[in-house]
C-alpha cells in the first residue's frame, strides 16, 4: 500500500511529512518530530564540509516499502540554531556500497512514482516548478544517458525547494574510473540568509579548486 504524502505547516506526526514551511523554525524543532516519530539516527563515516556557517547534520532514517529507506539531513545555522536546510534523499548507495549494483524495472517505476509524488505535492502548494527532464523513456535506464529530471521553486526571499532525480543500470569501467548504476531522489528545501553567510563562505574561485 502506497501511503499519501502530507505537506504540513505545524509540526504533525506523520512519517511521509514533508516539510516546506521552515522559515522561523529551529532545529532542535524537527529533532523533537524524529524523536516522537521513533526514528533512529543515522551514522555515517562519511566527512561534512560546507561553504555555509551550519553544523554537521542531524541525519535520521525513515522506513520506505519498495525504495530506499528515506534519510532526512537536518542543517542549522551555527548562531542560532534556526533551520538552514532540510534535504530528504532516498538513495541506493546510503545501504549498499557495491559499485555495480543494479535493480529491477520494478524499482525503477516505483522510485519514478515517489518522485511524481513529491512533485505533485509541492506543485500543489506552491504552483509548478521550472523543469528539466523528463522519466517518459525507461529504454534510458541502461544506457550511459539514463534517466534524470529536476524541478525547482522559488517560495520567496529566502526560501526555495529544489528536487532531483537520477536512474540508470548502465555500468561501465575504464581503468581507475567507473560509470555505475544510480538510484537516487533528492529534495531539498533551503532557508538563505546572506547576512550569516558573508563573512564564512568560500569565494567562487576556493570552491572551484
Known amino acids: 500500500m502506497v501511503l499519501s504524502l502530507f505537506l504540513l505547516s505545524p509540526l504533525c506526526f506523520s512519517q511521509n511529512i514533508i516539510q516546506t514551511e521552515i522559515q522561523g523554525k ?16 543515522f551514522k555515517t ?4 564540509v560546507s561553504v555555509k556557517p551550519v553544523f554537521k547534520p542531524v541525519i535520521f532514517e525513515r522506513k520506505e516499502k519498495d525504495i530506499p529507506n528515506l534519510l ?7 548562531k542560532d540554531s534556526a533551520i538552514a536546510e532540510i534535504l530528504y534523499e532516498w538513495d541506493v548507495h546510503n545501504f ?3 559499485e555495480n549494483v543494479k535493480k529491477a524495472i520494478a524499482f525503477n517505476k516505483a522510485m519514478i512514482k515517489k518522485y511524481l509524488e513529491l ?3 509541492v506543485s500543489k502548494k506552491y504552483g509548478k516548478s521550472i523543469r528539466e527532464g523528463n522519466l517518459d ?6 544506457s550511459s544517458e539514463g534517466l534524470h529530471r ?3 521553486w522559488k517560495i520567496n ?50 570552491i572551484g579548486l
Do not use: C, W
Open 137 to 142: 523513456n525507461l529504454d534510458l535506464l541502461n
Open 96 to 98: 549498499d556500497k557495491g
Open 157 to 206: 526571499d529566502s526560501i526555495s525547494i529544489s528536487a532531483n532525480i537520477d536512474l540508470s543500470e548502465h555500468y561501465e569501467r575504464q581503468g581507475m574510473m567507473a560509470t555505475v548504476p544510480t538510484h537516487k531522489i533528492r529534495l531539498y528545501v533551503m532557508n538563505e540568509r546572506e547576512e550569516e553567510d558573508a563573512g564564512n563562505a568560500l569565494s567562487k574561485e576556493k
Open 119 to 121: 512533485i505533485g505535492e
Open 72 to 78: 532526512v539531513f537536518y542543517y542549522g545555522y551555527k
Open 150 to 152: 529536476s524541478d525547482e
Open 45 to 48: 563515516d562519511e566527512n561534512y
Open 26 to 41: 529551529k532545529l532542535n524543532d524537527f529533532i523533537q518530530l524524529e524523536n516522537r516519530l521513533e526514528n533512529k539516527l
